[in-house]
């Protein structure tokens, strides 16, 4: 019989696709997991914008939420992670003015060539040290004041999208550290916001509120919460709520610096570091400064990850071919097209039809065009381990010494063929998992918070305890 008295830690895991609430629980140095409850989570498509569905996701939460009261877990905290750069904004009676828009909206094509009309941009990335995205929180802001956003006038506080599920669960408005360090808003030294890039850019003053960091309590659930969901007064906890950050705190590595690839729609692939790292190279390489747990700072790339395969596993199952990773990966492993895509380049950033875009562009640069299914998945992560070698030969020069190993977590670490092509593209050995790294990372700053655990170091030797990862060597070929 489960031991439900045990401390129980949940975790609201929010990814661009789905949404999760995890149970975790320790016994015995090991970590526990249990999905609670998984809910979609998607992009809506309303005139002319493209909106996450905030109250959906919120009402999804609460239900794996009371879900997990009906298990009879001795819920002893919550703690919420997502995506970066997006965010709400509350007026001053507390309400939400709209729908989070989402980053792949287009509202900041160009924008960053417009922001920099005011700011020098060796300069700025020495006070952010954050890698220029379009999609970034400076940029879809500057996107607002620039079209006279309404929104924007009557709102009085921004809340990033963790901070905005901590608000309505608790009432109280902060923004938590690593999710903040995604803005391109955030002073990396000094680790408040940047007042001189906000005012430059005339944006509101009082839109950035007060900055905690992971194993702080935000805050304890409202009442007419914690009676709805039958977990009575359960304390919310910031965790590195960028969901790479908690991922990132689950790497169950020791050596030092520990090199990462959290791996997923996204691709982040860095070293985690005690302290920025803001030279010219690093800016030149497009290397991003972002908070960790614990204090660190993760200095990484962000790369389109499995995007254009997940776009092109959808595409395949509406149009009634729908396809099993499980057959569709050996398929590919066996095939032996050669071409190579620039999977960060803008035409595969959100197209109308991902398998078009990937065609074209092999035929518009004399590439062999894929034959088949297969064919399109080996060309695609053989381009993904090809975009990781390049970016772990600039990540090396901006170190003291190479890294030696690879550790790849998230979900994209149960891809066996793309894990290989990175051990053989890189020359250097890839280990592979925690799959649930995000949750891992989420649950354990949690434990830290209460005393469970005592410092990020013990909570790495909690998940070295609780998973074995797969290591994969690399063979003698190169991309």
């Known amino acids: 019989m489960k031991d439900t008295h045990r401390n129980t ?9 789905s949404g999760r609430i995890i149970a975790g629980s320790l016994l015995h140095g090991k970590l526990e997991l249990e999905e609670v409850h998984r809910f979609p989570n998607r992009q809506v498509k309303l005139g002319n914008h493209v909106y996450w569905d905030f109250p959906a996701l919120f009402e999804d939460m609460k239900t794996g939420l009371k879900q997990a009261a009906q298990r009879g877990y001795d819920v002893k905290g919550i703690g919420i992670d997502t995506w970066g750069v997006d965010f709400g904004l509350i007026d001053k009676d507390g309400n939400l003015l709209g729908n989070p828009v989402c980053y792949r909206d287009a ?31 400076l940029f879809q802001l500057y996107s607002m004041k620039k079209s006279k956003d309404a929104q924007l006038d009557a709102a009085q506080r921004l809340l990033f999208m963790p901070d905005l599920f901590s608000y309505f669960l608790t009432g109280i408005a902060n923004n938590e550290y690593c999710i903040a360090s995604t803005s391109e808003l955030l002073d990396a030294r000094q680790r408040t916001w940047s007042l001189s890039t906000i005012r430059t850019l ?24 914690a009676q709805e969901t039958g977990l009575g007064s359960v304390d919310v906890i910031a965790v590195g709520s960028h969901d790479t950050a908690s991922a990132v705190a689950a790497v169950p590595a020791t050596e030092s610096p520990i090199a990462f690839l959290s791996s997923g729609t996204w691709s982040l692939l860095g070293v985690e570091v005690d302290e920025p790292i803001l030279t010219e190279e690093a800016r030149l390489a497009q290397f991003t400064n972002e908070g960790g747990v614990g204090g660190r700072i993760r200095f990484l790339q962000n790369i389109t990850g499995l995007w254009i395969l997940q776009r092109l596993m959808s595409e395949w199952k509406t149009r009634g071919e729908e396809q099993s990773y499980d057959t569709l990966i050996p398929q590919a492993a066996e095939a032996t097209i050669a071409s190579i895509i620039p999977v960060d380049d803008a035409l595969f950033m959100n197209p109308v ?57 998230g979900g994209g670490s149960q891809n066996k063929l793309l894990n290989q092509l ?5 020359g250097i050995p890839v280990y592979a998992g925690p799959v649930e790294a995000t949750a891992i990372g989420n649950i354990l700053t949690q434990a830290m918070a209460k005393g469970e655990i005592s410092d990020l170091h013990e909570l790495r030797e909690i998940v070295r305890h609780s998973v074995t990862p797969q290591v994969y060597h690399p063979k003698k070929i190169e991309l």
């Open 9 to 17: 830690y949940l975790a609201a895991d929010f990814g661009g696709g």
């Open 107 to 137: 509202r900041t094509d160009g924008m960053p060539t417009e922001v920099f009309k005011f700011l020098n941009e060796q300069q700025h990335y020495a006070d952010t040290g954050i890698q220029v995205m379009a999609i970034n929180t």
């Open 202 to 225: 005339g944006l509101p003053e009082h839109l950035f509120g007060e900055i905690i960091y992971p194993g702080t309590i935000r805050g304890t659930l409202k009442e007419d919460i």
């Open 353 to 409: 039809n991902m398998e078009n875009a990937l065609m074209d562009y092999c035929r518009q640069h004399d590439l062999p065009v894929p034959q088949n299914k297969a064919e399109m998945v080996k060309c695609v992560l053989q381009s993904l381990a090809f975009k990781y070698k390049q970016a772990v030969e600039k990540l090396n020069r901006c170190l003291p010494s190479p890294i030696r190993q690879l550790n790849i977590i």
């Open 422 to 426: 990175t051990a053989d593209a890189l």
